[in-house]
């Protein structure tokens, strides 16, 4: 079993920043996951919003480009996800996905709000 716990949520001004985490324990190899971070607000579709492999290969939601920062520490078992110039429209809860062929594991998520 795999358990990702995400932390780093909160509220902050249009403009601001925020670190994101996600720890992931379990009896399992953490650098064969691949690590998602999505969102979700009350009544829409969950969306990712940046991914990372195993390997440290990255992607972005086109929202977020330039903006958003994935990466991993493998020693640590987390993924973090730095967002920069956060904008009332990146409000959501924010969830953390670990993959690994048909193994899919969420996390309980985390509430950002942006907002002045």
């Known amino acids: 079993q795999v358990y990702p716990v995400e932390s780093g949520g909160g509220w902050v001004q249009p403009g601001g920043s925020l670190r994101l985490s996600c720890v992931v324990s379990g009896s399992t190899i953490f650098r064969h996951f691949d690590i998602g971070w999505y969102r979700q607000a009350d009544g829409k579709t969950r969306e990712m919003v940046a991914r990372i492999t195993g390997g440290g290969s990255s992607d972005y939601a086109d929202f977020v480009q330039g903006r958003f920062t994935i990466s991993r520490d493998n020693a640590e078992r987390t993924v973090y996800l730095e967002m920069n110039n956060l904008k009332p429209e990146d409000t959501d809860v924010y969830y953390c996905?670990?993959?690994?062929?048909?193994?899919?594991?969420w996390g309980q998520g985390t509430q950002v709000t942006v907002s002045s």
């Open positions: 996905k670990a993959e690994r062929g048909y193994y899919i594991y």
